[in-house]
């Protein structure tokens, strides 16, 4: 996919590499990943980076490698693996998430025809797929952390501009956006968010602790 032209920037390539992102933007960025051959270069030389760092580690003190493989034996899940040999619309890091494909999600409406499906990560962040029927709006909405949205099919406009497949749109605190799917495909996207979403309608800042969105 050469088209892309939003894309991840420094810090969240660097704190993948380094995998101190929480669990659902780590997923958010994998994904991005395998869609994206730049940032997937990009993300390799921070890798080299990292892989540098590590090696001055090893040579500069004595390892003791029984002691170390019990750590990784014990130490978190593995990170997410970038594998771009399943097909379908979703890339396998999200596929293992979902459970399968598109076919596999289980949606949940959420209003003004859109769905969505959250899924299962660590507390810090939560990630979910949207559903927006082509020409919707997603409610207009500002942020208290960061959101990251990534599009897995379709496109939308906002304030900002127009994200198609493969684009990364990262929303911080300051940004309030209004997404409209563009006519003609439904509009399916993958975000993130490490806090509540600001509503400014009523009606949805009721409806939110329900939606836990
Ligand atoms: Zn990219």
Not at 90 to 114: E, N, T
Request: charged fraction near 25%; glycine fraction near 8%.
């Amino acid at each position: 996919m050469s088209k892309i032209k939003h894309h991840l920037n420094d810090a969240l390539l660097m704190s993948y590499a380094a995998g101190s992102l929480p669990e659902a933007f780590g997923l958010v960025v994998a994904t991005h990943i395998s869609m994206c051959d730049d940032c997937r270069a990009r993300l390799g030389a921070f890798e080299a980076v990292g892989g540098a760092m590590l090696d001055d580690v090893a040579t500069s003190q004595d390892v003791d490698l029984k002691a170390t493989l019990a750590l990784i034996e014990k130490g978190p899940k593995a990170p997410i693996r970038v594998d771009v040999t399943k097909l379908g619309l979703f890339p396998s890091a999200l596929q293992d998430y979902v459970g399968g494909d598109l076919d596999a999600v289980k949606w949940r409406a959420v209003g003004m025809g859109v769905r969505q499906a959250i899924l299962p990560t660590s507390k810090d962040a939560s990630v979910r797929l949207l559903h927006i029927p082509a020409g919707c709006a997603v409610p207009d909405h500002g942020h208290r952390g960061t959101e990251l949205t990534l599009v897995l099919q379709g496109a939308f406009k906002d304030e900002f501009d127009r994200f198609g497949p493969g684009d990364l749109e990262i929303a911080t605190e300051e940004d309030v956006h209004t997404p409209v799917a563009e006519e003609g495909v439904d509009c399916i996207c993958l975000a993130a968010t490490d806090a509540p979403l600001k509503f400014r309608g009523l009606v949805q800042r009721i409806a939110q602790p329900f939606l836990r969105i």
